[in-house]
């Protein structure tokens, strides 16, 4: 029985200390028409004054435009840190005209009310045609990730975001949008530069028709982003925010102090079953 006990202690050491487990893929979908329509978010506001005054339809629906970003995964290795996240998105208009995207948005959830985004990637694209007239498009590179702390309540902390602007004026005559939606943190916003973060890029698109699907991911590296075992918010979008993601998803590997109250746990039953079988063996 003793040696027993020592092999358990020693696993539940190791699981506790190294967050050893299993490299996992999570999915997660787009079902939000715009941030504020999910959980976690402050008081559940739209980040959209049309909505609320319902002074413009396209905003209650999920794609306006090019492209539909229909899902994504998030992966994670053994030690719980976020290594990697794509977004799988499809053309259902088949026209990309003036499309990139914005930044990735990253909440690490410390309670069930957090609304700050803790990290953002710049990965923000300029929503203009080539000057070949092609579609634009966000190459394959490093970009900067921050550590961040602003506040996600709208008509509060609005002057820190970028916005999407306002649908057909502007640069943005004669296309639709999702108005004055968050598309990236000004820079004096951003707080401390933490890092870097491979983009896969975005590749703009197609203007003759052609049904067209494709991927970007972000990768974090083999070691990852440490989100200390905790669930995360994912948010991101293009820059018209004609479709915008904003999904929350648990962590597959608990926090080191959650492994080691369960070893814990399971060395106290080991000791009562000891003492149940001392019991009964002087019967």
């Not at 999910?38 to 209650?60: C, K, P």
């Not at 049904?211 to 982003?225: E, K, M, V």
Request: charged share 15%; hydrophobic share 40%.
């Amino acid at each position: 029985m003793k040696k027993l006990v020592a092999i358990i202690s020693m696993l539940l050491l190791v699981l506790a200390l190294s967050g050893t487990g299993y490299a996992t893929n999570v999915t997660f979908t787009d079902n939000v028409k715009y941030w504020g329509d999910g959980a976690g978010w402050a008081a559940g506001r739209a980040w959209n004054t049309d909505v609320a005054n319902g002074s413009w339809n396209g905003n209650t629906i999920d794609v306006i435009g090019d492209p539909n970003i229909t899902d994504g995964v998030a992966a994670f290795n053994t030690q719980g840190n976020l290594t990697r996240i794509t977004f799988n998105y499809i053309s259902p208009y088949h026209t990309w005209a003036m499309l990139a995207p914005g930044n990735l948005f990253l909440n690490l959830l410390d309670d069930d009310n957090d609304t700050k985004w803790d990290y953002v990637v710049t990965t923000m694209g300029t929503p203009v045609n080539d000057a070949d007239g092609t579609p634009p498009s966000l190459v394959a590179d490093d970009y900067d990730l921050y550590k961040v702390a602003v506040d996600a309540k709208h008509g509060v902390n609005d002057d820190k975001y970028i916005l999407s602007g306002a649908d057909n004026t502007g640069a943005w005559a004669g296309y639709y949008l999702r108005n004055n939606h968050p598309i990236g943190i000004k820079g004096s916003y951003l707080g401390n530069l933490v890092g870097s973060v491979a983009f896969s890029g975005f590749p703009g698109g197609v203007t003759d028709g052609t049904p067209w699907t494709g991927t970007s991911s972000f990768d974090f590296g083999t070691n990852g982003l440490n989100l200390q075992g905790k669930d995360i918010i994912i948010g991101w979008e293009m820059t018209c925010a004609n479709d915008v993601v904003y999904a929350q998803v648990n962590n597959p590997v608990p926090e080191p102090t959650t492994m080691l109250l369960l070893g814990l746990g399971l060395l106290g039953l080991a000791g009562v079953r000891r003492k149940i079988a001392v019991s009964i063996g002087r019967k």
